[in-house]
């Protein structure tokens, strides 16, 4: 079993910047492949970004590229995204997840464990 919790949402103007974070308990965070998901109102769950189990793989939705940035730090059992330039349309619940697996995926079948989410709202 692997708990996830994650922080770092809020309110934020369009242009401006989030750290998320996703701390991990439980199986040890180092061997899963984690990744982010969001979840806009009347939308389905959507791939955000994918790292590898030691983080040297990432991969992005074409929507997030060039502005988000996924990172860890198995040292702290701590996944984050760092998110740039938002626009009102990344407003949603941000959720993290994890796979004890090498390498990532972008489907949400690809994931056992997620964590409860954080609200991102982005402003005009």
């Known amino acids: 079993q692997v708990q996830l919790v994650e922080s770092g949402g809020g309110l934020v103007q369009a242009g401006g910047s989030l750290r998320l974070s996703c701390t991990a308990s439980?199986?040890?965070?180092?061997?899963?492949?984690m990744g982010w998901f969001r979840q806009a109102p009347g939308k389905e769950r959507e791939f955000v970004a994918g790292?590898?189990?030691?983080?040297?793989?990432?991969s992005y939705a074409d929507s997030v590229k060039g502005r988000f940035t996924i990172s860890r730090d198995n040292a702290k059992n701590t996944l984050y995204l760092q998110m740039n330039s938002l626009k009102p349309e990344d407003t949603a619940v941000y959720y993290c997840?994890?796979?004890?697996?090498?390498?990532?995926?972008?489907?949400?079948?690809?994931?056992?464990?997620w964590g409860q989410g954080t609200q991102v709202t982005v402003s005009s």
């Open positions: 997840a994890a796979t004890p697996v090498i390498h990532m995926g972008v489907h949400m079948s690809a994931y056992d464990y």
């Open positions: 439980g199986r040890t965070f180092s061997n899963c492949a």
């Open positions: 790292i590898s189990r030691i983080g040297t793989s990432t």
